[in-house]
């Protein structure tokens, strides 16, 4: 039964994606109809611009969650990570084209005056820039070209997260508890990354001890 299950996964994994795609793209599909249908509201840039900025943080809570899934639980979704944080990025792009077009007016006097207002929205812009490496490349070109630096240029996903988790816990006075859920399981990943290295440093020492305690004994 098991190996049928894998066999069908692996059939059907590249539609797996795609579907992956358009699913993730619906709820931004949706927004903009009830844009253009007036159903977002009394205040509908704020509306469009907050919802596309929720879908961001979920997409990047489940790119960060992949790795820990597989080796705490077995769960393995690799193959949807970069699926997942393209679409996270696809939604930081929408939510920041929302506010500088929609609710700026791309006018950058406005803008700064903003930034300087709230500060919060600075880290959502540190964010997005360092998305735009990470998303140029994720592809399989890049993996090769690149080698082991990809997997160092990668890593700053975790300063994407906290720039995330910073604009996102800062951008309103009281936090809800959509948010305080959200934020806290970017700190929990942020805390697992910075443990994993730790881990494994230790269960390397230890398996060196159990050689050298094995040889000596034999």
Same mark, same amino acid.
């Given at each position: 039964?098991?190996?049928?299950?894998?066999?069908? +996964?692996?059939?059907?994994?590249? &539609?797996?994606?795609?579907?992956?795609?358009?699913?993730?793209?619906?709820? &931004?599909?949706? *927004? @903009?109809?009830?844009?253009?249908?007036?159903?977002?509201? &009394?205040?509908?840039?704020?509306?469009?611009?907050?919802?596309?900025?929720?879908?961001?943080?979920? @997409?990047?809570?489940?790119?960060?969650?992949?790795?820990?899934?597989?080796?705490?639980?077995?769960?393995?979704?690799?193959? *949807?990570?970069?699926?997942?944080?393209?679409?996270?990025? *696809?939604?930081? &792009?929408?939510? @920041?084209?929302?506010?500088?077009?929609?609710?700026?007016?791309?006018?950058?006097? %406005?803008?700064?005056?903003?930034?300087?207002?709230?500060?919060?929205?600075?880290?959502?812009?540190?964010?997005?820039?360092?998305? #735009?490496?990470? +998303?140029?490349?994720?592809?399989?070109?890049? #993996?090769?070209?690149?080698?082991?630096?990809?997997?160092?240029?990668?890593?700053?996903?975790? #300063?994407?997260?906290?720039?995330? %988790?910073?604009? @996102?816990?800062?951008?309103?006075?009281?936090?809800?508890?959509?948010? *305080?859920?959200?934020?806290?399981?970017?700190?929990?990943?942020?805390?697992?990354?910075?443990?994993?290295? #730790?881990?494994?440093?230790?269960?390397?020492?230890?398996?060196?001890? %159990?050689?050298?305690? +094995? +040889?000596?004994?034999?």
């Amino acid at each position: 039964m098991t190996d049928f299950s894998l066999r069908l +996964a692996k059939r059907w994994q590249p &539609a797996s994606v795609w579907l992956l795609y358009v699913a993730g793209l619906l709820p &931004a599909a949706w *927004y @903009f109809y009830l844009g253009a249908t007036d159903g977002l509201g &009394a205040d509908p840039v704020k509306t469009f611009e907050l919802l596309l900025g929720i879908w961001a943080i979920r @997409f990047l809570i489940l790119t960060l969650a992949v790795s820990p899934a597989r080796e705490l639980f077995g769960w393995n979704y690799l193959r *949807y990570r970069r699926s997942l944080g393209l679409l996270c990025f *696809y939604y930081v &792009a929408m939510h @920041f084209t929302v506010y500088m077009v929609l609710d700026q007016a791309l006018i950058i006097q %406005a803008v700064i005056d903003d930034v300087v207002k709230r500060p919060f929205i600075m880290f959502g812009m540190a964010g997005l820039t360092l998305l #735009i490496p990470l +998303a140029l490349s994720s592809n399989s070109f890049s #993996i090769r070209r690149l080698g082991p630096n990809w997997v160092r240029l990668h890593r700053l996903v975790y #300063i994407v997260a906290a720039c995330g %988790a910073l604009h @996102f816990a800062l951008s309103t006075k009281v936090l809800g508890l959509e948010q *305080y859920i959200y934020v806290g399981l970017l700190i929990l990943l942020i805390l697992y990354r910075s443990w994993r290295p #730790i881990a494994r440093s230790r269960k390397r020492g230890q398996g060196r001890q %159990a050689g050298r305690a +094995a +040889a000596t004994a034999a």
